[in-house]
T-cell receptor
Framework: GNSVTQMEGPVTLSEEAFLTINCTYT??????LFWYVQYPGEGLQLLLK?????DKGSNKGFEATYRKETTSFHLEKGSVQVSDSAVYFC????????????FGGGTRLMVKP | NAGVTQTPKFRILKIGQSMTLQCAQD?????MYWYRQDPGMGLKLIYY???????DKGEVPNGYNVSRSTTEDFPLRLELAAPSQTSVYFC?????????????FGPGTRLTVT
């Protein structure tokens, strides 16, 4: 089956620190990969995505590279801000009739001033 | 464009009561989904729909029912609420299957069953 494993949080960083949130996956097909972000009290928003091996998704200073050889899609940001404090979810989608996503457990990021 | 809207935002139910969580989208999306998010956990799919009149079970459908009479609306029904259904419920929609089309999420409904 399909599954997504993320590093457990919370991750606590000081402002301007470098961020890495690890994500690895198993999939029965050839997946598209996503990072969603959930700010406090809100629903999930798409942060970035990648559809094929070696693609790099990027948005708002965040990046993630689709690594087929290591089945990974780690999220990185060079300099985090307090406003980046949120829960980050890695997800995958293989071609299926319902366009369904499989989510990881989420990683809470807390950035201190 | 309101996107995906959900009502109510919060609800407290007693064991055995029933309720309907409302979800609507104004983006003309064919696909709609209901997820639950338990504390510290990822999202689990309850039910989904690929179009009006078509629904199917997800990973955790027991204790829930859905209907999809219109493209816009996808209500989730809880019958005989149980404490195990205490969770945050998210509705989502997407434009179509295939390709990397993203899902758009509503703000969630926080449900407590006591």
């Amino acid at each position: 089956g399909n599954s997504v494993t993320q590093m457990e949080g919370p991750v606590t960083l000081s402002e301007e620190a470098f961020l890495t949130i690890n994500c690895t996956y198993t999939a029965t097909g050839y997946p598209s990969l996503f990072w969603y972000v959930q700010y406090p009290g809100e629903g999930l928003q798409l942060l970035l995505k990648a559809t094929k091996a070696d693609d790099k998704g990027s948005n708002k200073g965040f990046e993630a590279t689709y690594r087929k050889e290591t089945t990974s899609f780690h999220l990185e940001k060079g300099s985090v801000q307090v406003s980046d404090s949120a829960v980050y979810f890695c997800a995958l989608k293989v071609n299926n009739a319902g366009n369904m996503l499989t989510f990881g457990g989420g990683t809470r990021l807390m950035v201190k001033p | 464009n309101a996107g995906v809207t959900q009502t109510p935002k919060f609800r407290i139910l007693k064991i055995g009561q029933s309720m309907t969580l409302q979800c609507a989208q104004d983006m003309n999306h064919n696909y709609m989904y209901w997820y639950r998010q338990d504390p510290g956990m990822g999202l689990k799919l309850i039910y989904y729909s690929v179009g009006a009149g078509i629904t199917d079970k997800g990973e955790v459908p027991n204790g829930y029912n859905v209907s999809r009479s219109t493209t816009e609306d996808f209500p989730l029904r809880l019958e005989l609420a149980a404490p195990s259904q205490t969770s945050v419920y998210f509705c989502a929609s997407s434009v179509k299957a295939g390709g990397p089309s993203e899902q758009y999420f509503g703000p969630g409904t926080r449900l407590t069953v006591t």
